[in-house]
């Protein structure tokens, strides 16, 4: 089955046609601002990459324009959108609602979008996205998979705020956490690649890119989570504060008189380690200033890593024990002095860093020493092969209940 794999932000849509039964990847891209001007960027498998300016006006055009590039009788993967059997989307937030992937009817996109309220900047753009899709490929089945779903499986002690209660009850006001189809991902190959059930084992998972999020894992399950009601809770992120006292958005807002919706801003979007540095919200930059005896970006630096200890810490006594530390997403993957610095703080556990595996940028490796009590491991996180998983598992399902149904009806 070939399933198209489609992930929308506000501005932005990234792609990715994939043969669910090889799980190779025939294509992907990226299209850039959509309702500004519009850059193309395809990369058909084993070929160079192309990039090109092209009018995007609304993500109808660039759904438009993805179709056009695949089937391109030069560059293109396919002889036509038909041989498209599927289409996956990224969604955000699925509210209590969604504990696992499913198939977009009208009535769950209808639920979807009564949820716009947790999630104003990320939920419309995903919904905007399978719009234009279901208008330019009306009888190909969707399915959405949501960033909370994972997080499902949370006990109530865990999800739930120190609030009045009818907040939750009114509003749904409680920890939901994100990131959840990476840590899914990333939690089940762990435990392929220790050759264990996931059953079997506690995980730790340090989802750590731009926005980054921890979660425990115990028994397959997640049982905990740094996000909270919005990605904005838990690490100190590239630009997000993270854990504050909520009473820093009021004397903030009174000493420098913002409104709230300019404090939320800050703290959003100019906060995290670009705040604390001033220099940069790319880790990239700071280990480098670090190097030449930038004090600041030493200090957000460490704070990053401080933040990662303490929630990895809370994690494992939540868990009542820990069988793995797994790191993925862009600084998980590739930064080593972070890795090395976190992982510097579990000796207590006996664990033991493998500093000549952790020498290594974007690998599937254990880096932790075959006598470590608790295993590191570093995976490259994939969740458009997550999606694209679900997605075929559901629309398969679909087509034979469906071949039945015709069968029986007969
Ligand atoms: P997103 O949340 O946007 O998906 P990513 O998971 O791609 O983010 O992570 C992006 C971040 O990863 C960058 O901002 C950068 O800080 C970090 N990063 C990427 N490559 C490296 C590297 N080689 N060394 C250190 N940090 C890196």
Do not use: W
């Amino acid at each position: 089955m070939k399933v198209l794999v489609i992930n929308c932000g506000s501005s932005s849509l990234k792609y990715q046609v994939i043969d669910s039964d090889t799980e190779h990847v025939l294509a992907k891209g990226l299209c850039e601002r959509i309702g500004i001007d519009g850059k193309m960027t395809y990369q058909p498998a084993g070929k160079d990459k192309i990039k090109y300016d092209s009018p995007m006006p609304a993500h109808r055009q660039a759904v438009e324009l993805v179709l056009k590039q695949l089937t391109d009788p030069e560059t293109g993967v396919l002889s036509s959108v038909d041989e498209i059997d599927a289409v996956g989307h990224r969604m955000v937030h699925g509210g209590e609602k969604f504990a696992c992937s499913t198939l977009l009817t009208d009535e769950v996109l209808k639920t979807v979008e009564s949820f716009n309220d947790l999630a104003p900047l990320h939920n419309p753009p995903t919904l905007v996205g399978v719009e234009a899709c279901k208008e330019l490929m009306p009888s190909v089945p969707m399915v959405g998979v949501f960033d909370t779903a994972f997080h499902q499986t949370m006990p109530p002690e865990a999800y739930i705020y120190g609030l009045p209660y009818e907040y939750y009850e009114k509003y749904g006001v409680r920890r939901y956490g994100f990131h959840g189809t990476s840590h899914r991902y990333v939690s089940r190959r762990a435990a392929d690649i220790l050759g264990k059930k996931p059953e079997d084992l506690k995980i730790v998972v340090c989802h750590l890119g731009n926005g980054s999020s921890i979660s425990a894992v115990d028994g397959g399950k997640c049982v905990e989570t740094s996000m909270g009601l919005t990605p904005l809770e838990g690490l100190i992120m590239g630009t997000r504060s993270g854990d504050i006292d909520p009473t820093c958005i009021e004397f903030i807002a009174h000493k420098e008189n913002l409104s709230l919706e300019e404090v939320m801003n800050i703290v959003n979007k100019k906060s995290g380690v670009l705040g604390i540095s001033g220099i940069s919200s790319d880790f990239r930059d700071l280990d480098e200033a670090a190097k030449n005896g930038n004090a600041r970006a030493t200090l957000a630096l460490k704070s990053f890593c401080h933040s990662v200890v303490k929630y990895i810490g809370s994690f494992v006594a939540v868990m009542n024990g820990v069988d793995a530390i797994v790191f993925t997403a862009g600084i998980g993957e590739n930064d080593d002095i972070i890795r090395s610095a976190i992982i510097d703080h579990f000796g207590y556990l006996n664990t033991k860093l493998d500093p000549a595996a952790n020498q290594m940028h974007g690998e599937e490796r254990i880096i932790s020493t075959p006598d470590s009590a608790v295993s590191v491991i570093c995976i490259p996180t994939n969740e458009e092969l997550a999606i694209c998983r679900d997605t075929a598992e559901i629309v398969t399902k679909k087509l034979v209940e469906d071949a039945v149904k015709e069968v029986l009806s007969k």
